[in-house]
């Protein structure tokens, strides 16, 4: 399975998540309607409403911009507006948005190519339960020089120690 696939894969799975996310009354319900209308391809719906959310720090916002930003849905292809939103998910601990990072990383696209940072985003993500990130790791892995390895490996760490594992 290709890095990319897995990227779609993973975002299939946060829409299944995020489908039984939604609370009457909440910053949930808002996340729910703009999850509805990304649905159903009323981009512009979805961005404005987790727009909002997204500058209030609500990781599952910020990952939805993101992918929407790499993919085109309702907005131009922006790599660089991609990394942005998805770094600020993955930073708030969206296992889905540490993964669309890593990917970035991977291909260089919106950031500078980086297997090293690839790996160790990607390995966040799947110590953080998503389970396609190990597809990611693996493959970056497989890239990398003996002391690039090592390097991914620190990253990892620090990575951990500063922005935690999803509890």
Wanted: proline letters at 2%; glycine letters at 10%.
């Amino acid at each position: 399975m290709s890095v990319a696939r897995a990227a779609m894969l993973a975002f299939a799975a946060v829409v299944r998540l995020w489908a039984g996310t939604a609370d009457a009354g909440t910053s949930d319900d808002d996340f729910g309607v703009g999850l509805s209308a990304f649905n159903r391809g009323d981009y512009r719906t979805a961005l404005k409403k987790w727009q909002r959310l997204a500058e209030q720090e609500d990781p599952r916002s910020e990952e939805g911009i993101g992918f929407m930003y790499h993919r085109g849905l309702g907005v131009p292809v922006d790599d660089g507006a991609a990394a942005f939103w998805l770094r600020r998910a993955a930073e708030h601990g969206q296992p889905e948005g540490q993964l669309m990072f890593g990917i970035l990383f991977y291909y260089g696209r919106g950031v500078t190519q980086s297997y090293v940072k690839a790996y160790a985003w990607c390995a966040l993500a799947d110590s953080n339960g998503n389970a396609d990130a190990a597809l990611c790791s693996e493959a970056a892995l497989e890239m990398m020089s003996d002391h690039d390895r090592e390097e991914a490996f620190r990253l990892v760490v620090d990575l951990r120690r500063q922005y935690g594992t999803a509890r």
